[in-house]
């Protein structure tokens, strides 16, 4: 009585075969430059994964190149032969050019740190494959969740605004930790550590620990710059001091507590 069976019955209907795919309003490009990307012949199976694909990459040939094109896709199906071909409607378009780029989510990072990781600048022509490596460059800094780029119209045809919006992750971690050995009221150890991927919102590394008990004591620092001297240059600091008691002089200093130890 706790339990249910669900069954599922399929309608699979005929399989369609793809009928190819013509163009219309393409000046830039001829049929053949924008058929090559869809790796589909006509007569074979319809796939709709590998005719995205293609679809993707065709537009891509305008997009790279700085056009920001308006396409509407038109399907036209034969019930009788079970073919499906397509009819892309082009309008095609002056070069973009990038008008804006905005930055949004970003409550830690500052602007600067995601901008020097886009290869794309206000008042150059928009390119798809510039956005694209952009995303993974600052994907790359392993500040962000996620990182979705847009692309928006404007204030004129010809100009498109840039939009990344970023989720921030957590960097920074701060460990303390205290031990206690022989005697339970003394000696006691402890030590300390901060590190942060994005110290003060810089996208630079930042590492520091310390520990302290009776016989030694110990602080290091290391400091990593990801973007030197305003170019993509590593450049890093590392500090350290230690300080080691005798402890022979300890225990003597201390004999009242550990008696004849």
């Known amino acids: 009585k706790k339990l249910m069976t669900l069954t599922y019955y399929i309608d699979e209907g005929s399989q369609y075969k793809f009928g190819g795919i013509e163009f219309e309003g393409n000046e830039l490009f001829t049929d053949e430059e924008l058929r090559k990307p869809f790796d589909l012949d006509k007569g074979e199976p319809l796939n709709l994964i590998k005719f995205r694909d293609g679809y993707s990459a065709m537009m891509s040939l305008y997009m790279d190149d700085g056009y920001y094109n308006n396409f509407v896709p038109q399907e036209v199906r034969n019930e009788e032969e079970a073919m499906i071909s397509y009819k892309v409607v082009i309008q095609e378009r002056d070069r973009a050019h990038v008008e804006e780029i905005i930055i949004e989510g970003n409550k830690k990072t ?149 008696g004849d130890n």
């Open 110 to 258: 500052k602007d600067k740190v995601i901008r020097r990781e886009i290869s794309l600048q206000a008042g150059d022509v928009f390119s798809r494959s510039e956005l694209i490596q952009s995303y993974y460059n600052i994907m790359n800094l392993d500040l962000f969740e996620t990182v979705v780029p847009d692309v928006k119209q404007g204030s004129a045809a010809d100009l498109v605004k840039i939009i990344f919006t970023v989720e921030e992750k957590k960097v920074g971690n701060i460990y303390l930790g205290i031990s206690q050995s022989g005697d339970p009221a003394f000696p006691n150890s402890g030590s300390v550590s901060w590190k942060d991927n994005n110290f003060l919102g810089e996208g630079l590394y930042f590492d520091t620990k310390a520990s302290v008990s009776p016989s030694l004591q110990s602080f290091s620092a290391s400091f990593v710059e990801k973007y030197f001297l305003g170019m993509p240059m590593t450049a890093g600091v590392d500090f350290s001091l230690e300080n080691a008691s005798n402890k022979n002089v300890l225990q003597a200093f201390l004999n009242p507590i550990f």
